[in-house]
Nanobody, 121 residues
Framework: QVQLVESGGGLVQAGGSLRLSCAAS????????MGWFRQAPGKAREFVAA??DYADSVKGRFTCSEDNAKNTVNLQMNSLKPEDTAVYYC????????????????????WGQGTQVTVSS
């Protein structure tokens, strides 16, 4: 079992940047597929990114990376827009063969508690 803790959220003006981190404990992240999701008030949780796969709404602005030494995954968010405002979650799926949709929240086994990102206009 792995425990995930996100950090790095906050308030930023439109056009600014934030870097979210997701620290894992309990197991090495190499045993998992990692994904980022977000949920705005009144909306369903939506896919943001997983490795090199990005939602169209963030493509070209957000970048995933991994720090194996720190057992951490990061989400660099640039050119932020007010519509990026949401609680951001990292999620982990036990590494298995194909046959799942990595863009679906139901594909993931573990979730962090979330970190709030607010982008002001």
């Amino acid at each position: 079992q792995v425990q995930l803790v996100e950090s790095g959220g906050g308030l930023v003006q439109a056009g600014g940047s934030l870097r979210l981190s997701c620290a894992a404990s309990g197991r090495t992240l190499s045993s998992y597929i990692m994904g980022w999701f977000r949920q705005a008030p009144g909306k369903a949780r939506e896919f943001v990114a997983a490795t090199t796969d990005y939602a169209d709404s963030v493509k070209g602005r957000f970048t995933c990376s991994e720090d194996n030494a720190k057992n951490t995954v990061n989400l660099q968010m640039n050119s932020l827009k007010p519509e990026d405002t949401a609680v951001y979650y990292c999620a982990a799926r036990i590494l298995t063969a194909s046959g799942y949709n990595r863009r679906s929240p139901s594909a993931y086994d573990y979730w962090g508690q979330g970190t709030q990102v607010t982008v002001s206009s």
